[in-house]
């Protein structure tokens, strides 16, 4: 929605770097994570996905890590572009239970 | 393909007054889910479909709070009375089915300000 993200963490970043956007979630049953995008006056938008039974997962431009030890979560933006500019949420389910549960979202900032 | 659609876009209201929102989701998609987004933080689940039956409806305020979803399509989300803390975005999504893998769509939003 409009103004998501006034008085949440933010990560500044210039054109071309790479951007690491972390999560910790709290749930040690949760098996299935999920990184959502979000533009202003938008709903969030699916980025990537990943199963607890994996540590890594690429997609375009987009690497996924998850450690389960320390319930971490990472976002890793290559080449970070001024269209990645959003809120980026990570969303957690747990066995057993259908809802995704999301965290409170970190700004990234993409300046050219 | 359409995405999923919401209306109104935008709603300002008094406190104890009644507003409803109503979602279009895409078609086919038998899961329908209702989030409420506070400013500042992710979204939260209030409720969720699966055809016209409620699968999760556990962190809905059913006191002010109402949905249906009748014929398993469009569904309607209703506050009556309205509480100055219910000012949110809330988001339509669906998904074809429900459970791990199964990415949810979400719509646009209505932001709704109570004052």
């Known amino acids: 929605g409009e103004n998501v993200g006034l008085h949440l963490p933010t990560l500044s970043v210039q054109e071309g770097d790479n951007s690491i956007i972390n999560c910790a979630y709290s749930n040690s049953a949760s098996d299935y994570f999920i990184w959502y995008k979000q533009e202003s006056g938008k709903g969030p938008q699916f980025i990537i996905d990943?199963?607890?039974?994996?540590d890594k997962r690429q997609g375009q431009r987009v690497t996924v890590l998850l450690n389960k030890t320390v319930k971490h979560l990472s976002l890793q933006i290559a080449a970070t572009q001024p269209g990645d500019s959003a809120v980026y949420f990570c969303?957690?389910?747990?066995?057993?239970?259908?809802?995704?549960?999301f965290g409170t979202g970190t700004r990234l900032l993409v300046s050219p | 393909e359409a995405g999923v659609a919401q209306s109104p876009r935008y709603k300002i209201i008094e406190k104890r007054q009644s507003v409803a929102f109503w979602c279009n989701p895409i078609?086919?998609?038998?899961?329908l889910y209702w989030y409420q987004q506070i400013l500042g933080q992710g979204p939260k689940l209030l409720i969720q479909?699966?055809?016209?039956?409620?699968?999760?409806d556990s962190q809905l305020p059913k006191d002010r709070f109402s949905a249906e979803r009748l014929k398993g399509v469009d569904s309607t989300l209703k506050i009556q009375p309205a509480k100055l803390e219910d000012s949110a975005v809330y988001l339509c999504a669906s998904s074809q089915l429900a459970g791990k893998g199964i990415e949810q769509f979400f719509g646009p939003g209505t932001r709704l300000t109570v004052l």
């Open positions: 479909f699966q055809n016209n039956g409620v699968v999760d």
């Open positions: 990943i199963r607890s039974n994996m």
């Open positions: 078609s086919g998609h038998a899961t």
């Open positions: 969303a957690e389910k747990t066995v057993g239970f259908q809802k995704l549960v």
